[in-house]
């Protein structure tokens, strides 16, 4: 059987009830909004895995969780994403650069690259920070529906520029399994990792 597989940093509870708060503030925006339980910052994704390559996969990751150190994410602005793309494709909330942040994904995509060469390119092209630029975390509030969006006159689009200022701390990451359904994807956590203590 194969598993659609990412890495992720879940948030608390706290702080999904305030993301999914802000996505109340543009009721006229065509988009699909996020359900509150599946905001997460993608790691690395993975795509369909063995039964066999996600036991690797589970023990590669808290390997690496167990050699960085618990850090802070400041989540700081809502806006469209791409950007300079337009139509824009998505809402997005960013989070700040962060050092910690840069090297627990670095540590992840070698860690993985040294076990799993097929993934190589979905990797590399993934990788922020390995790409030689400092990677920024952002997460998927809702995904703009484009046909309706264009139909809005650019005067009237609703303006999604919003500066926030949300903070939570990370002490773990998850092996994350992603099912496709009718409603849209469904995520459970098969693998909670630990960062140092």
Request: aromatic content about 10%; some cysteine.
């Amino acid at each position: 059987m194969k598993h659609r597989i990412f890495i992720a940093i879940n948030f608390p509870e706290d702080i999904k009830k305030r993301l999914e708060d802000y996505q109340g503030k543009w009721p006229d925006l065509p988009i699909r909004w996020t359900k509150k339980e599946n905001l997460h910052i993608t790691l690395v994704f993975l795509g369909y895995l063995t039964d066999d390559e996600l036991l690797e996969i589970c023990k590669i990751t808290k390997e690496v969780a167990s050699r960085n150190q618990p850090f802070s994410i400041n989540l700081n602005k809502i806006y469209y994403g791409p950007p300079r793309k337009m139509p824009p494709r998505m809402v997005w909330v960013q989070g700040e650069k962060s050092k910690e942040f840069i090297l627990l994904k670095d540590d992840l995509e070698k860690s993985l690259l040294e076990k799993f060469t097929q993934y190589r390119p979905a990797l590399l092209e993934k990788s922020g920070a390995g790409a030689g630029r400092a990677f920024s975390s952002h997460i998927t509030l809702g995904r703009i529906k484009a046909w309706e969006f264009r139909q809005i006159e650019p005067e009237e689009r609703p303006l999604v520029d919003e500066e926030i200022n949300l903070i939570f701390e990370v002490n773990s990451i998850e092996v994350m399994e992603s099912k496709l359904k009718r409603g849209g994807a469904e995520y459970s956590i098969l693998e909670s990792c630990s960062l140092k203590s």
